[in-house]
């Protein structure tokens, strides 16, 4: 038999906040939340564990942090040195196996099973990860250990997040004294509505689902959440007791279904129809770059559209196809502007979405008899690599520079927060 898997979660500590203070020492004893400092409503990403002692929350608004916490430091967000630390950090663990997985910005499964021959036992493998990552990035890690991913994920968010080595191995043998005593609301994937339900079943702790044969379990489950929830019920019993056959994948890349770009707005600010479509035109125009970029071009295209007066409030989601595949800007937003003219109510937009799905490849492209679109092709592509060198805000539209104009905030952000 192949020996039992031994596989660590790393969670990087108040991932944003600590990158933040690694970069700021004079900030190394005060309170550091991550947020925009020029918005008082604006929310808490991150906070350190000297902010989170004073009662500083993640998410909660600026102006309620800082009444908790007057000295509170707010640093603006840095999305693009996150995502290059997060890498740092990959490649520090590649250095150990080669398997690992990014299961988000801060976290990464890594599958150290053939890499134990060379210490002594796991946990001095991982308290030599730890230092590492601090030492190369000012990170501090917490390290989850376990025999499957779903034990090593509640490994660090249970144990070894709240001990002070930041390390903690769960398994078969300390799984019932340790996990199983726990309310059910700390188990992985159980929000506050599931818990209320698992409770109303007679189910408070994790270890009142691990005990209850499986076959009791669907059948208390189907009583109170219906007949279609065998699958449901299989996933939470497995993930009570532990059980996760699934690999450590060194890389996830599933097939591209779609390209979208959507934007929240202030509902107050877009009530003219030129304002909102100037909006869907520059989504537009970054759901094309991006197509381009990944090579790809789109049949179908989606508009959706969230819009209020404060009395009433409509959505809609419609898509067209198209009459061939295509990344052309001009192409597109003909489209999407009639699907928006046909489809606005006229009230104060407060959310717009652009999305092409049907992808196929863009080395073939389609002739038209009255259009250039190779010309065009080769025009937007040009764009794309002057934008590409000097950045998203080289060129732009001139109507982009109005003020209710969205592309060169966006220009400045990653996943809608400052780079």
Request: net charge positive; with cysteine; charged share 25%.
């Amino acid at each position: 038999m192949p020996p039992e898997r031994t596989i660590f979660l790393v969670d990087g500590q108040s991932f944003y906040a600590s990158c933040e203070k690694a970069a700021h020492p004079e900030y190394r004893n005060r309170p550091v939340a991550v947020g925009d400092p020029s918005r008082s409503s604006g929310i808490v990403l991150a906070a350190c564990p000297i902010a989170k002692a004073r009662g500083v929350t993640t998410a909660e608004r600026n102006f309620t942090a800082l009444a908790k916490c007057p000295e509170l430091v707010i640093i603006r967000p840095r999305m693009q040195r996150y995502i290059e630390i997060s890498l740092m950090i990959t490649k520090i663990f590649e250095s150990y196996t080669d398997l690992v997985e990014p299961f988000s910005i801060d976290e990464q499964f890594l599958d150290v099973t053939g890499s134990l021959g060379r210490y002594k036992s796991a946990e001095e493998l991982a308290k030599q990860i730890q230092e590492e990552v601090l030492l190369s990035t000012g990170v501090w890690s917490r390290v989850g250990i376990g025999p499957s991913k779903i034990m090593a994920k509640t490994a660090t968010d249970n144990f070894a997040k709240k001990n002070d080595t930041g390390v903690f191995r769960l398994d078969y043998n300390n799984i019932e004294e340790t996990l199983w005593p726990l309310p059910v609301h700390q188990m992985f994937m159980v929000a506050s509505k599931m818990a209320t339900h698992f409770a109303i079943m007679g189910l408070p702790t994790i270890g009142d689902i691990a005990r209850t044969p499986l076959p009791e379990f669907k059948r208390r489950m189907r009583l109170r959440m219906g007949k279609q929830s065998d699958i449901q019920a299989e996933y939470y019993w497995q993930t009570a007791r532990g059980i996760d056959p699934s690999p450590v994948v060194p890389s996830i890349r599933n097939e591209l279904k779609s390209v979208s770009h959507g934007k929240t707005l202030r509902a107050s600010l877009y009530t003219k129809k030129a304002d909102i479509e100037l909006v869907l035109q520059e989504l537009v125009i970054e759901v094309c770059r991006r197509a381009r970029r990944l090579g790809k071009q789109g049949r179908v295209l989606s508009v959706g559209l969230g819009e209020s007066d404060g009395e009433r409030a409509a959505r809609f989601g419609r898509q067209t196809t198209l009459p061939h595949a295509t990344s052309l800007t001009h192409e597109i937003y003909s489209a999407a502007l009639r699907l928006f003219r046909e489809y606005w109510q006229g009230m104060p937009v407060s959310y717009l979405y652009v999305s092409i799905t049907h992808l196929s490849d863009d080395n073939v492209t389609q002739l038209a008899l009255f259009d250039d679109r190779s010309k065009a092709y080769d025009l937007e592509r040009a764009t794309d690599e002057i934008k590409d060198r000097y950045g998203s805000a080289a060129i732009m539209r001139a109507s982009s520079l109005q003020g209710t104009g969205i592309a060169r905030e966006r220009a400045g952000q990653i996943g809608g927060h400052y780079k």
